[in-house]
């Protein structure tokens, strides 16, 4: 049974870099035909894609947070990361990571993380 | 903003049936898969693709495609499916990913 763990701090300040990873037990991240991916909910409010990444190295961001966001794999670890620059509050969120599967012609984020709440504040 | 939109809610009556829908340009092209969420959860795959389901997904939770539409529809609402319901797929130029703006969902 595949199971993702994010982790990382819960308080980031205004301006500075979060930083998050997401453990994956049950299953490496270089099986099968899967992309590993970031999502975050701010309070009371929908989801939002983040970006994606693939075993091969490829990524594919949110345009709204591309020049902000770095997503990558570690294959050594067994994890996914997300780095996200110059924060402000408009990025307190839950951010979780997920398995993005390649059925239907849009693919399905079939497994999540619990999702780890991620506040900016100073 | 997202490209997909969702009515912001619904209701349905114990046993009854409820459909709710997505709306966007990017549906006439690709499908939708759906996600229900409970307070303090992450999100559960319902369905994906055409008209299929994760193991484990009651039968109940049925999808379906129409033009710029995609639409869940819960036959026989159960007290445990009230829940926010969210659509995900492709944005209009078909590269990223984009959900809905969800619909909240109440059983009566």
């Known amino acids: 049974q595949v199971q993702l763990q994010e982790s990382g701090p819960g308080l980031v300040k205004p301006s500075e870099t979060l930083s998050l990873t997401c453990s994956v037990s049950g299953d490496s991240v270089t099986t099968g035909n899967y992309y590993w991916a970031w999502i975050r909910q701010p309070p009371e409010k929908g989801l939002e894609w983040i970006g994606n990444?693939?075993?091969?190295?490829?990524?594919n961001y949110n345009p709204s947070l591309e020049s902000r966001v770095t997503t990558s794999l570690d294959t050594s670890k067994n994890r996914l990361s997300l780095r996200l620059t110059s924060v402000t509050a408009a990025d307190t969120a839950v951010y979780y990571c997920a398995r993005l599967a390649n059925w239907g012609s849009s693919g399905a984020f079939e497994i999540w993380g619990q999702g780890t709440m991620v506040t900016v504040s100073s | 903003s997202s490209e997909l939109t969702q009515d912001p809610a619904a209701s349905v009556a114990l046993g009854q049936t409820v459909r709710i829908t997505c709306q966007g340009d990017s549906l006439r092209g690709y499908y939708a898969s759906w996600y229900q969420q409970k307070p303090g959860q992450a999100p559960v795959l319902v369905t994906y693709?055409?008209?299929s389901r994760p193991s484990g997904i009651p039968d109940r939770f049925s999808g379906s495609s129409s033009g710029n539409t995609a639409s869940l529809t819960i036959t026989g609402a159960q007290a445990e499916d009230e829940a926010d319901y969210y659509c995900?797929?492709?944005?209009?130029?078909?590269?990223?990913?984009?959900f809905g703006t969800g619909t909240k969902v109440t059983v009566l």
């Open positions: 990444s693939y075993k091969s190295g490829s990524t």
């Open positions: 995900h797929s492709r944005d209009n130029n078909g590269l990223k990913y984009v």
């Open positions: 693709g055409e008209k």
